[in-house]
């Protein structure tokens, strides 16, 4: 374990930069774009806040980053209702997909139908709809200042509360020496493999046949159901 814990000393040992960089890119791929339902976003703020723990001006920093991680999520809540608004009410799924599949879609769809502003809230705490909920709300045309509240609210609550939790679970590890630096190197082992596997599914989903998912015959068959 000490040559393990010691292979991974420049990236415990790298500063908030690091952990800036890649909460905030992972966080907004997570809201924004279709590549996030495949990156590992809940664990990897976890992650972060354990890290910041390890620093001497952690807590400083993992309430600033908690709020640099809700300006991602925000931001990247409304680049994807604008890429889900410029489709012309028409998703592209994938045939046969694990995620991006019209079943998904329909019970996306479904949701934002019967619940609106709370189930943007809830999306926020499903890692799939959460990347998939900007898109589908943009193509059906919700109400923006009402998806802009819901989705504000719970980027607000989401982000601190996981950064929080990983804090200050990383503030009871430092109280035992050698377990601090070998919780790292696992979780951070994990995120990388976990990045990793995602890529290779994100490709395989995409290399799948595409297939439309018309949101307005969605809703329309939700409301007649």
Request: aromatic letters at 8%; one cysteine or more.
């Amino acid at each position: 374990m000490p040559l393990a814990v010691g292979t991974f000393d420049p990236l415990i040992s790298a500063g908030p930069a690091l952990v800036w960089a890649v909460v905030l890119t992972f966080v907004f791929l997570e809201c924004a774009l279709i590549v996030g339902l495949f990156l590992p976003g809940d664990s990897m703020l976890i992650t972060a806040g354990i890290v910041m723990a390890s620093h001497a001006t952690g807590e400083t920093q993992v309430w600033a980053l908690s709020i640099g991680a809700m300006v991602a999520a925000i931001s990247g809540n409304q680049v994807g209702y604008v890429i889900g608004q410029r489709t012309g009410h028409r998703l592209v799924a994938r045939k046969n997909g694990r995620y991006i599949n019209t079943a998904n879609l329909q019970r996306v769809s479904g949701l934002l139908e019967r619940h609106g502003f709370l189930a943007v809230l809830v999306a926020r705490w499903i890692p799939w709809v959460r990347t998939l909920c900007p898109m589908v709300a943009g193509a059906a045309h919700m109400d923006h200042r009402k998806y802009t509240v819901a989705s504000t609210i719970g980027a607000v609550i989401w982000a601190p509360v996981l950064l929080l939790i990983g804090y200050y679970a990383g503030g009871f590890l430092e109280r035992v020496p050698w377990l601090m630096p070998a919780v790292i190197v696992a979780l951070v082992i994990g995120l990388i493999a976990g990045t990793a596997i995602g890529m290779r599914h994100y490709r395989q989903e995409m290399a799948r046949p595409a297939e439309d998912f018309d949101v307005d015959a969605a809703v329309v068959a939700e409301a007649e159901s």
